[in-house]
């Protein structure tokens, strides 16, 4: 048996390169960097980050539900953030995806994002 598998998410956007929507390995699935991608379409979700990060969760979500998982079960988030100053409205739509006890997180503001995307996360998950 191999020590890692890969998710294929139908519901989730295809990988932008060469790369899986997520890997299991053991009691953990690692969820790769999901944009703003509308999967029915292929294109950027309309609107701010409010918007962005709405689209980017529900992604995040399919990948997981494709590796039998949800939300609940993520243990780690990496938030990647074109401008810091969109914490805050990041921060509230992120809230109403994720409840206590909240997944340990780190935001960083980087230099760009794949398809002119204004946030891009990740996510660590174990199942139970």
Do not use: H, W
């Amino acid at each position: 048996m191999s020590p890692k598998t890969a998710i294929v998410a139908e519901q989730a956007p295809a990988a932008l390169g060469p790369y899986s929507a997520a890997i299991a390995t053991g009691d953990l699935v690692f969820c790769s960097g999901q944009t703003p991608i509308v999967p029915a379409t292929g294109q950027l979700a309309a609107g701010g980050v409010a918007e962005q990060t709405r689209q980017v969760l529900q992604n995040v979500s399919a990948v997981l539900e494709a590796a039998g998982l949800g939300l609940d079960d993520v243990v780690k988030t990496t938030v990647f953030l074109m401008d810091m100053a969109d914490f805050a409205e990041m921060n509230a739509v992120y809230a109403e995806f994720f409840g206590a006890p909240f997944p340990a997180r780190s935001t960083v503001q980087v230099a760009g994002l794949p398809v002119g995307a204004s946030v891009e996360i990740e996510a660590v998950a174990v199942s139970r």
